[in-house]
């Protein structure tokens, strides 16, 4: 399976279309907030109807109750990745396995994974800003510590925290990174951000990679190239 997903950050269903009939194979793709709240959750069945994997990138953070019952209402979507918020707490995101595995259909839930922080967070931002003391590195493992706690299958994470977290909670615990920039573009929001083949050498299980490729004038070779770089 691919180890490269696309962020599909588009706003119409015929945007999305269009740009994955370009792929002649199944791609792990992901539908953000961006993407959902324009065109609703029927957006997840006509990306599976197409043959592709997903990862639905909605970032629940809420009390247990309500994050449970959002969780069971998502896991008979067919998608194969969900996620929360790590900062929601332990007894939070046993709910969201909890509402995962009631609402399973066939008995195999989607992989849960838990936002550490955001990859647009600085050290500033999350001491002035958040409150939080110390350097990102530490409020990542904790978090980190506190998914696996949970039994969350993985976290959201930086490039530059992956090798801490296997460090940490072992090497079957999944880093899923964004952030990812190719060499040439622009880094744009994102403050802390790597390239491919710098993630492969970090030993990130996968990588989400943006505009990179959907704005790439051959997005299709683009992908390629990514993935053969994450899967030498």
Known sequence: MSKTIVALDFSSKEE?????????????????????????????????????????????????????????????????????????????????????????????????IGVTQLTSTSKEAMNNELGIPGEVIDCVIKYAKNAKEAGLDGVVCSVHEAKAIHEACGEDFLTVTPGIRLASDSKDDQKRVATPAFAKEQGCDYIVVGRSITKSANPVETYKEIEATMSK
């Open 16 to 112: 999305v279309v269009d740009f994955l009939k370009q792929f002649d194979e199944p791609v792990y793709v992901k539908i953000g907030m961006e993407l959902t709240y324009a065109c609703g959750l029927e957006m997840v069945k006509t990306v599976k109807e197409m043959g592709h994997h997903i990862f639905l990138d909605l970032k629940l953070h809420d009390i247990p109750n309500t994050v449970k019952g959002g969780m069971k209402n998502l896991a008979n979507l067919g998608v194969d990745i969900v996620n929360v918020h790590c900062a929601g707490g332990i007894a939070m995101m046993k709910a969201a396995i909890d509402g995962l595995n009631e609402g399973a259909k066939d008995g195999k839930r989607p992989m849960c």
